[in-house]
């Protein structure tokens, strides 16, 4: 009987709590919510979803995925071959060419490890590099240097610097220091400091991010061929351009294959050095 | 191992008036002076925060001072830089708290790393140490009873091991001066007692001087013949470990740390013997 009453009176006194509201006041609140609902009414309105459009695409997409069940591999091996081959080589020189050209920057772009004005510069640097689409640096290097895999290789090795220096630059920055000092303590020389303090800590995230872009780049190969930089994406765009989905679906499963044979041998690679 | 390049009767190391501020805010060091004599083991102790590693920072220029010098054989290290500077570091070995190996080396590059004030660049990038220097690596690691270890990755030794690594690798350097910071932070206090006796031995053998950071006040009174006393970036006490007394632990660690420094002399009594 006490009981109850002394829990009742502790209910009765107890304090209500609710979590701090991001926005105070609920007039600026509801206003935000309703003006964001109505804009993204309006927005949809300027789509201009056309139902007859839709059904004709519906139709069309019948006689795509009816190539895509027939994949024929035999037609255009010749083709498909070179840019397959074309675009392997492309995705392991550019990788390893971006990687030789990432590491200095990478290094330049750490705060603990460079002096202020190089670090600007080198951020800088990296932040042009991933300023702008594959896509586009793509079709740049195409209008300077022409068709084919050169202008391809460039855009893989521009992608790749602004990739690894950035993360390479945010592993090095995020290193313990203490081992840096000690050597410091020792009269090591900056690039022996690097050498013996920075890369081994390092060297497992250098190791990981280059598999993972090697990955990136076979992809981005394919995209980058459609406007003209070389391998298997050109040979895509020309059977796309024949209507021969049969074709098409070949090259698309090989796609597939090579991204999943990569991530086996990645994987592998990784647990073997890591 | 010690070569007598310091005249026979003056200090191995002089540190006048130094100065430490970082950015505008108060000073870590407000002007600290010492002597520290060849031959000579002197433990530093104060309370967190009372500019102990700071000091000695300072003195290999990690922090760079902001007044004062430092003066190694008649030279003030605060008006070296580059090779000279890098020189002059050979020869004062650091030994850090939580030790600053690089984990993923083994044990003998780690000890190498000592080396690399005098290895050229690629040679030590190829891993082409002077065979002198491979074989005192190798003798080093069998006085700390690390033999076997070389090709131990660090990250795989215990605390106490890793530790042994550190002093390994500075005395390699050479180094006619240890600065020691608080080498037992990591360590339990067995360990810790092991570490010290190793540290103090080892200047007595080799003829070497050394500074000591120590937070365990009964440690620094068992193995430092010299103790220095910080507070608040000033040495406050300079003397023999019979003179400590509350008094002095009072000015030293503050008022309100007397008690929890009496725990501390209470269980370091328990270790030490």
């Known amino acids: 009987m006490y009981a109850r009453k002394g829990h009742a009176l502790a209910t009765d006194l107890a304090r209500a709590w609710r979590p701090p509201p991001r926005i105070e006041s609920r007039a600026v609140r509801t206003l935000i919510v309703v003006s964001v609902a109505l804009y993204l009414l309006v927005a949809a309105l300027t789509v201009e979803v056309d139902p007859g459009r839709i059904r004709e695409g519906m139709s069309r997409a019948g006689d795509l995925f009816g190539g895509w069940l027939r994949p024929d591999f035999v037609t255009r091996w010749p083709d498909i071959r070179t840019g397959l081959l074309e ?9 390893a060419v971006g990687l030789m050209i990432s590491i200095p920057f990478g290094l330049g772009a750490s705060r603990n490890l460079v002096p202020g004005p190089v670090y600007v510069v080198c951020r800088g640097a990296l932040a042009v590099f991933r300023a702008f689409n594959e896509i586009i640096v793509a079709i740049l290097f195409v209008a300077m240097f022409g068709f084919g895999p050169f202008a391809g ?5 521009v992608a ?5 220096g ?5 592993a090095v920055e995020e290193i313990d220091s203490a081992p840096l000092d000690a050597l410091t303590t020792a009269g090591a020389s900056w690039p022996s400091r690097v050498v013996f303090g920075v890369l081994p800590q390092v ?4 190791l990981g991010l280059t598999l993972y872009r090697l990955d990136i780049n ?11 930089a070389g391998g298997i994406g050109a040979t895509l765009t020309t059977a796309f351009s024949r209507y021969e989905f049969e074709s098409v679906s070949a090259i ?3 796609i597939i294959a090579m991204v999943f044979a990569a991530e086996v041998i990645s994987g592998h690679l990784r647990r073997r050095l890591l | 191992m010690s070569t007598d390049r310091t005249p026979e009767g003056s200090a191995a190391l002089e540190i006048e008036d130094l100065v430490v501020r970082y950015g505008k805010g108060e000073d870590v060091l407000r002007g600290v002076s010492l002597e520290l004599q060849r031959h000579e083991v002197v433990g530093l102790i104060g309370a967190s925060g009372s500019g102990k590693s700071t000091l000695l920072r300072a ?3 990690l922090v760079e001072p902001t007044s004062g010098a430092v003066i190694l054989d008649g030279v003030n290290l605060l008006g070296l830089a580059g090779p000279e500077l890098r020189q002059a570091r050979l020869r004062m070995g650091m030994i850090f708290q939580e030790h600053a190996l690089v984990g993923r080396l083994t044990v003998m590059e780690n000890v190498l790393c000592g080396t690399l004030g005098r290895t050229g660049f690629w040679k030590s990038v190829r891993r082409n140490f002077e065979p002198n220097d491979v074989e005192e690596a190798f003798r080093l690691l069998e006085r700390m009873g690390l033999d076997g270890l070389e090709d131990r990755r660090c990250d795989e030794l215990s605390g106490g091991q890793k530790q042994r690594v550190g002093i390994a690798r500075a005395l390699i350097q050479h180094p006619d001066i240890l600065l020691v910071d608080e080498p037992t932070a990591s360590l339990d206090p067995a360990a810790s007692a092991r570490i010290m006796s190793l540290i103090t031995e080892v200047c007595a053998e080799d003829g070497l001087s050394a500074i000591i950071n120590l937070h365990d006040v009964p440690l620094a009174r068992r193995f430092c013949p010299r103790i220095l006393g910080l507070h608040a970036g000033r040495i406050v006490f300079d003397g023999p470990p019979s003179a400590l007394n509350d008094e002095i632990l009072t000015q030293v660690y503050g008022e309100e740390a007397l008690e929890s420094y009496v725990g501390v002399r209470s269980e370091g009594t328990r270790v030490g013997d």
């Open chain 1, 203 to 206: 060297m497992p995230r250098i």
């Open chain 1, 153 to 157: 290789v460039m855009t893989l090795v």
């Open chain 1, 218 to 228: 076979f992809r981005e190969s394919a995209v980058i061929g459609l406007v003209g």
């Open chain 1, 166 to 170: 950035k993360l390479l630059a945010e």
């Open chain 1, 87 to 95: 675009s392997l080589s492309m995705t392991a020189v550019a990788t």
């Open chain 2, 59 to 61: 003195v290999h220029r």
């Open chain 1, 252 to 254: 698309l499963i090989l």
């Open chain 1, 160 to 164: 790749t610097v602004g990739f690894l």
